[in-house]
């Protein structure tokens, strides 16, 4: 089943990833039935352009908010800000939700248009990656 999001979603989480340029931006995206009704920023408590690391109080915080509102988490979005949109090995390593998906978004610039903003969605599973459908609509 593909993921479903909005194209103002994709397109908030690609200017979080400009926000952050040239660091790594985190954060995650929930809904219900595949389908995104929300995206929350994080803060990257790495500050770095090669890693990220969400907040965890802010986890601990949006977890509850995904409680209260009945929602489920349905991905993990990072900004890879200067390679592409492939989970890197450090990545893979730290893909401790195997039952979620993966967004990364993908700059070559913090002013990159936005037909150079590439944004792909992944599994990872036991070091295994897969693609996964990531829908985009209006």
């Known amino acids: 089943m593909a993921l479903r999001i909005s194209l103002a979603q994709a397109a908030e989480i690609a200017y979080h990833s400009r926000q952050q340029f040239p660091n790594e931006c985190c954060g995650l995206v929930a809904g219900r039935g595949g389908r995104v009704?929300?995206?929350?920023?994080?803060?990257?408590?790495?500050?770095?352009?090669?890693?990220?690391?969400?907040?965890?109080?802010?986890?601990?915080?949006?977890?509850?908010?995904?409680?209260?509102?009945?929602?489920?988490?349905?991905?993990?979005y990072h900004s890879h800000p200067r390679s592409p949109a492939y989970p890197s090995q450090t990545d893979v390593a730290q893909a401790f939700y195997p039952e979620?998906?993966?967004?990364?978004?993908?700059?070559?610039?913090?002013?990159?248009?936005?037909?150079?903003?590439?944004?792909?969605?992944?599994?990872?599973?036991g070091g295994v990656i897969t693609e996964e459908e990531l829908a985009v609509a209006v």
């Open 37 to 76: 009704e929300r995206v929350f920023w994080g803060t990257n408590v790495e500050r770095s352009p090669f890693t990220y690391r969400l907040d965890p109080h802010e986890q601990i915080r949006f977890f509850k908010e995904l409680d209260a509102m009945e929602m489920e988490l349905l991905g993990i």
């Open 100 to 125: 979620t998906a993966y967004l990364i978004v993908s700059l070559r610039s913090a002013d990159a248009p936005a037909a150079e903003v590439e944004v792909r969605a992944f599994r990872i599973q």
